[in-house]
């Protein structure tokens, strides 16, 4: 993903030990990268990638621009972190929903409507999916969008939902997730546009009534 070589912080971080990591001046570095993250989400979910320089996000985590270079060497691989770190969200929120043991269904619509809660309360999946959205105005290869929903809903999810049927068996597991992910996507899209994602979690039960509840078997 990131094509030209990494700062030395975060190589540093990603490849050391546990001892390392317990170290308190590694553990002050992450921490202060992970404030300078949360504060470029906060920027570019408000103002996009255009919209935010190095010098606003230096300035609202009250570090000198220096300081945030030691972190990230450029805007672009500031925006690759924020729109990796809302992928490692997408992750968290998975292994917690799993953690409740719901049957394969619920587990569908537990992890949606958390997903919902998250797009319009989380800086760092706003910012990420505002980046991606961005992604022509951005001169490095962010992650591919999509696919990571896409592979675990069908793959997983709602297979075992067919097995168990919960799910009508007559349409693809791939193509029900391709649909559930470019509904859910839409649906917050047209959201941020209208009303910037004010009305989200109400418009996501509408297409969670009409989306979801059209998987039922026939
Ligand atoms: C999600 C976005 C926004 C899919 O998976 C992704 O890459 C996504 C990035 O633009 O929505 C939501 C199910």
Do not use: C
């Not at 590694?26 to 190095?54: C, D, K, N, P, V």
């Not at 839409?186 to 546009?193: A, F, I, T």
């Amino acid at each position: 993903m990131n094509q030209t070589t990494s700062p030395p912080m975060p190589t540093t971080a990603r490849t050391a030990s546990i001892e390392q990591l317990l170290e308190p001046k590694q553990e002050r570095a992450l921490r202060t990268r992970s404030q300078i993250l949360e504060a470029s989400a906060e920027l570019f979910a408000q103002h996009g990638y255009l919209g935010t320089s190095i010098t606003d996000v230096a300035r609202s985590v009250g570090m000198t621009k220096g300081a945030v270079y030691f972190h990230f060497k450029d805007k672009e691989d500031m925006a690759i972190a924020v729109v990796e770190t809302h992928y490692q969200r997408w992750a968290t929120l998975l292994d917690s929903v799993h953690g409740q043991g719901l049957d394969p269904l619920a587990t569908i619509h537990e992890l949606l409507d958390r997903a919902a809660h998250a797009f319009a309360e989380d800086a760092m999946v706003r910012a990420g999916t505002r980046l991606q959205a961005e992604q022509a105005q951005i001169k490095a290869e962010l992650p591919r969008p999509y696919l990571a929903w896409i592979e675990k809903l069908a793959s997983n999810l709602i297979a075992s939902a067919q097995e168990a049927g919960q799910v009508r068996r007559d349409l693809e597991a791939a193509a029900l997730a391709r649909v559930i992910v470019s509904a859910f996507f839409g649906m917050q899209y047209v959201s941020d546009v209208l009303n910037s994602r004010d009305d989200l979690l109400t418009r996501w039960s509408e297409v969670r009534t009409v989306v979801l509840g059209a998987l039922a078997p026939r």
